[in-house]
């Protein structure tokens, strides 16, 4: 029995097993390097056409607000009827007759104009005639509303309280 025996086999030293997993992970690294990477598609085209379409539907909304569309903001509320304008005109040219004759009561004789009595709204005509006559008028909507000074101020203002008080407020 003279066969010769092999010695078992040494068991790894703590600082050999060491060394090798530092081999291995050293190999690793050098092979993940030396492989060419990942090819990565540069997505600047996707992005700008991303862009381009957010620039786009902001454009639009913005236009659409401008534009006001009745689908959009629904239908414009209807405007005063003629009767209802007209009466309107009336009682603001009732107020400039009583203020041009309260001008004329106190100072003998009527102004050179609307001015002199606080009346500062250029939609209102004022036309001073011979012998303390004189015209007011006004438009209301398509038509044009007079008051002379020989007219019954208190017909005029009757008639327009009547018509105003038949308004049907929204």
């Known amino acids: 029995m003279d066969a010769k025996r092999t010695p078992p086999p040494s068991e790894p030293t703590a600082r050999s097993s060491k060394s090798a997993l530092l ?14 990477g990942p090819v990565v598609k540069s997505d600047t085209g996707t992005r700008t056409a991303f862009r381009l379409f957010l620039a786009a539907v902001m454009v639009a909304s913005a236009a659409i607000l401008v ?43 009527l102004p050179a104009s609307l001015e002199a009595v606080g009346v500062t709204d250029p939609a209102i005509r004022y036309v ?12 209301a ?23 105003l008080q038949g308004r049907t407020l929204p």
């Open 23 to 36: 081999e291995a992970a050293q190999s690793a690294i050098a092979d993940q390097t030396s492989r060419p």
């Open 67 to 109: 534009a006001q569309p009745a689908w959009l903001v629904g239908p414009k509320p209807s405007g005063e009827s003629p009767a209802i304008q007209a009466a309107t005109a009336t009682m603001a040219l009732v107020e400039v007759v009583s203020q041009l004759q309260a001008f004329q009561a106190t100072n003998g004789h």
């Open 128 to 139: 001073p005639g011979t012998d303390g006559n004189f015209e007011v008028s006004t438009t």
């Open 141 to 163: 909507g398509d038509s044009v509303v007079s008051i002379q000074a020989t007219d019954s101020l208190r017909t005029r203002v009757v008639d327009a309280i009547r018509v």
